[in-house]
């Protein structure tokens, strides 16, 4: 039986806390029912990403260094494995991969090429263009609505996935109010406000959803809560989150925790775009070349202005 070539790619690896390279990596031999897709865009995450660039993600499976990051990527299907040949051409979004070697896939999409099992790599709409890295966090937010249960009031949080979470809110007939603290990311979008906390008097809200990662959030939050009001933790967050219990008690507040998509929320978004009820635009901000990836993670989370930034693998070697 004839040996797979040998294939590799130029992947982002993170060494260490804040040492990022590019770096070519041998990738691991297809097996069957695996595809090969060849990168054209990826994201880097300002949530889970920036922990692992700062040293500050809690243990976590698969956690350990050195690692390629990232779970939001587009390409294209160019060799695959099997039943998975019919696949050839497809344009695809890819939520991450593990096929480097000794090198940890945590989570593994931010390459130029990639080896993953075919049913991981989700057939999309090519017309969505770079757009398409969006689909991953537009699925944690429908998922952070999905747990809530019910129409979220408040959602805090206005960067990507605040955005999609209101967006999505607008799309179901809703119209939330949104909190902001970054005076760069308070601009209202169509259907929803966006206030700093201290100008919102409000203090029966019933449900909230919070986006923002800020682990002393839940007595802010229920501080402005109705008797019964309930919180969803949609962020990923550094430390422990502590609150103070007589307050909780005395609203009876619940708290649930949003975790991973599931295929549910994707095919929900995707129906979304579909009938057009749910727009993607204007939620990249930032375009980084491959051969300056390891600058671009500096931009991503230290922009003020910088709501996603996309690296483009099309003319990587």
């Known amino acids: 039986m004839p040996q797979s070539p040998t294939l590799d790619s130029l992947a982002v690896v993170i060494d260490a806390p804040k040492q990022v390279a590019l770096r070519r990596l041998t990738l691991d031999s297809m097996a069957d029912g695996d595809v090969l897709v060849e990168i054209d865009w990826s994201s880097i995450s300002a949530g889970t990403e920036k922990l692992l660039w700062s040293g500050t993600m809690p243990p976590f499976p698969g956690m350990g260094y050195p690692l390629v990051p990232g779970y939001e990527a587009v390409g294209r299907i160019t060799d695959a494995v099997g039943a998975a040949k019919a696949r050839i051409g497809q344009t695809v979004f890819v939520p991450g991969a593990r096929c480097f070697g000794d090198v940890r896939g945590l ?5 130029a090429r990639v080896v993953l099992p075919a049913a991981r790599a989700i057939t999309i709409d090519a017309d969505l263009g770079d ?3 969006l689909l991953a966090l537009a699925a944690t937010a429908q998922h952070a609505l999905a747990i809530a249960g019910q129409a979220p009031e408040l959602i805090i ?8 979470m209101a967006r999505l809110a607008v799309a179901a007939g809703h119209a939330p109010m949104v909190w902001e603290t970054n005076p760069a990311r308070q601009e209202s979008d169509t259907g929803y406000h966006v206030l700093p906390p ?7 809200y019933r449900c909230v959803i919070d ?3 800020d682990t002393k959030i839940i007595d802010l939050v229920v501080a402005r809560l109705t008797r019964g009001g309930r919180i969803i933790l949609a962020g990923f967050y550094p430390g422990r989150l502590d609150f103070a219990f007589a307050p909780a008690f005395m609203r ?12 549910a929320d994707l095919d929900h978004v995707l129906a979304c775009l579909q009938q057009q009820k749910l727009s993607l635009d204007g939620l990249i901000t930032h375009h980084a070349p491959a051969h300056a990836a390891a600058d671009a993670y500096h931009t991503a989370f230290g922009a003020a202005d910088c709501l996603k930034l996309l690296i483009d693998w099309r003319h990587s070697a």
């Open 107 to 111: 989570f593994g999409g931010n390459a």
């Open 131 to 133: 757009r398409g890295v």
């Open 157 to 164: 949080g206005h960067g990507v996935l605040g955005r999609l």
């Open 198 to 204: 201290e100008a919102d008097q409000r203090r029966d």
């Open 211 to 213: 986006a923002s990662g």
């Open 252 to 263: 009876e507040a619940s708290i649930a925790i949003a975790a991973e998509w599931q295929p």
